[in-house]
Every structure is written in C-alpha cells, then in structure tokens.
C-alpha cells in the first residue's frame, strides 16, 4: 500500500515537473515582435538583397530581441526604431518603412549608394520625432509632405544632392528642434517663413548650399541657439541675426557676400563661437565685444578697420582671425599707425 501511495505521489511529481517545463519552453518560445513589423521588416530586406549589414534579420528568430538595427518598446513590442548606419547598402529606401506605423525614430546614414527622393511613404510615420537621412546620395527637392511631420523634434538631410528650393511649410513643425539642410544644391533664397517658426526655434544650418538674395529680415525675430549660413552666395545685411536680447551662442556667415557695418552691432552676451570671415563686412570690431565669452572667432578677409579693442578674450586668437582686413591693426596684428 505504501509502495503504491509512494508510486502515485512520484507520478505526480514527474507530471508537475513535465506540465512546469513544457510551460517555460512555450514563455521562452514566445515572440516577443509583432508579425506584421517583422514581416514589414523582412521586406525591406529583401528589397536591399539580402545584404551582410541586416544578416541578424532572420525569420526564425525574435526581431525585438535578436536583431540589430531595431529596437521595441517596452510594453507593446511595436518597432519604434529603425537605424541603418554604415554598410553596403544600395537602391532606393523602400515605400516599406512607411508600413511600421509606430516608428519613432527612422535613420539611413553613411550609405552613399542609397539613391532617389525621399520615399514618400514616410508621410505616413505620424509618430516620428526623429528622421535622419544624411550622407546618402538621394536627390530631387526637400519634400514638402515633411511639414506633416508634426511630432519631428530633428530632421538631417545634410551631406546629400538635393537641389530646388527650401520649402516654406518646414515652418511649421510646432517641435523642431534642430533643422540640417547642409551640403547640398539647394537654390533660391531662406524662406521668409523661417523668420516665424511655430514653437521652438531649431538651431538652423544651411551652410554649403548655392542660396542667394537677403536673409529675411522676419529672421531678427528668431533667437536662434546656433544657424550656420556660411558657404553660400547670400548678400546684404545679417546684421538682424544679433542683438542684445538674444541667446545665441553659435553664427556662421563665412564665404558670403555679406555687406553691413560691424560697428553697430550688439551681440548676445552669449555668444561663443563666431565665424564673418569672408565677406564685405566693413566698420571696426566694437569694444563689447572684449565682454563675450568667445571660444573660437574669425572676422578675417573682409573691410575691417581701426584697432582690435583690447581686453576679453579677443587677444588669445592669433592673427589669422583678424588678417586680410583693410586697415584693422593692434594686437594680435601689427601696431596701429
């Protein structure tokens, strides 16, 4: 009878055990990713051929926990991250990634055999706070569907060949909080719009493109942290960028045809990094600018004159900052007659 009761109590164990690691097999089989991303994700695959850089991209294992490139969220295990940076990669960005409904945060960087527009799927991303996609080789003209973008906290589309004009409406993205425009063929003249950006203002960089006419002057009621026009063919004043009232910690106009009197500019008591050189800038260096907190200047090759005020930190450049000028004398430069 013992033996019996101790037979049963035995089977009952093995049962237990057997019923407990059948169900940790199943929890540890379970996937985590959402079939419909993964098969989202697969066809972007496919669509670059397969290629070594998304080789953890395999249909028998869990996109939220076993591939690169991706990442999840937490708690629904939707795709909210796609980065796809420095491989070989060619082809055009697939209509695909406009088909992972709750991404975040989309980034095609460093792959300059990625050629076409920008897929015009990714419209459809509502919720994307951050697209990137620079050092590529897409081409055509910054599209203007980007405005409906309203959640973009930072957009770069540097280092690419976009040509055609900058397109007003990026305006009005009520969060953007930096704006890259950078290197490319971009034409025509800065928007009057981005004299009145709705919400934040972005630090704005423009620079190495083939922009021309004025800076809007609606651009003087912007306290921009950082804009970088420099590299350019714009002309006239930029002389509304500064101003006492201001934050502004970061300007570059360099290789401009810019043409204002410096001496009548106030500068944020802010600013820290300076770049006038190569312009028609004429006027002397004005005394406040002994009180900025300076850590890089260039004023050179431009129509300066009169003595470099002494005093601050404008004495710990050396005289490339200061040289090509047409009478602009004292130290770091030579004495003044």
């Known amino acids: 009878m013992r033996s019996t009761r101790a037979e049963a109590n035995m089977n009952t164990f093995f049962l237990s055990l057997l019923i407990s690691s059948t169900l940790l097999s199943l929890s540890l089989s379970k996937e985590l990713c959402n079939p419909q991303d993964k098969q989202v994700l697969l066809q972007i695959k496919k669509h670059f051929g397969d290629p070594y850089l998304l080789a953890s991209w395999k249909s028998d294992t869990d996109c939220c926990t076993d591939w690169y490139q991706v990442e999840c969220d937490s708690t629904t295990n939707r795709i909210i991250s796609l980065t796809v940076f ?47 996609l620079d050092w ?18 930072f957009l770069d589309l540097s280092f690419n060949g976009f040509s055609g004009s900058i397109p007003s409406s990026l305006a009005l993205l009520p969060n953007l909080g930096a704006l890259h425009l950078d290197r490319n063929k971009l034409t025509g003249s800065i928007p009057e719009s981005f004299g009145t950006f709705k919400g934040s203002v972005p630090d704005l960089y423009l620079s190495h493109n083939q922009l021309t006419g004025e800076i809007p002057a609606s651009l003087g009621n912007m306290d921009f942290s950082v804009i970088d026009l420099s590299r350019n063919k714009l002309v006239g004043d930029a002389s509304m960028l500064f101003g006492l009232n201001k934050t502004t910690n970061n300007v570059y106009l360099s290789r401009n045809l810019f043409e204002f009197n410096l001496s009548n500019v106030v500068f944020p008591s802010t600013m820290e990094n300076l770049d006038i050189s190569h312009n028609k800038i004429f006027g002397s260096i004005p005394p406040q600018m ?5 850590q890089s200047l260039d004023v050179s090759y431009n129509r300066l004159c009169g003595q470099i005020p002494v005093g601050g930190k404008l004495q710990s450049f050396d005289n490339s900052s200061y040289f090509h000028n047409r009478c602009l004398c004292g130290a770091p430069l030579g004495n003044c007659k």
């Open 86 to 132: 420095a491989g070989n990669l060619s082809g055009q960005i697939p209509a695909a990634v406009g088909d992972l409904p709750y991404l975040q945060n989309l980034v095609f960087r460093k792959l300059t055999d990625i050629t076409g527009p920008v897929q015009p799927a990714i419209a459809k991303l509502v919720h994307l706070t951050s697209l990137r």
């Open 290 to 294: 002994t009180q900025l907190p300076l």
């Open 136 to 153: 590529l080789n897409l081409t055509g003209t910054v599209p203007d569907f980007l405005s409906q973008l309203k959640n973009l906290t």
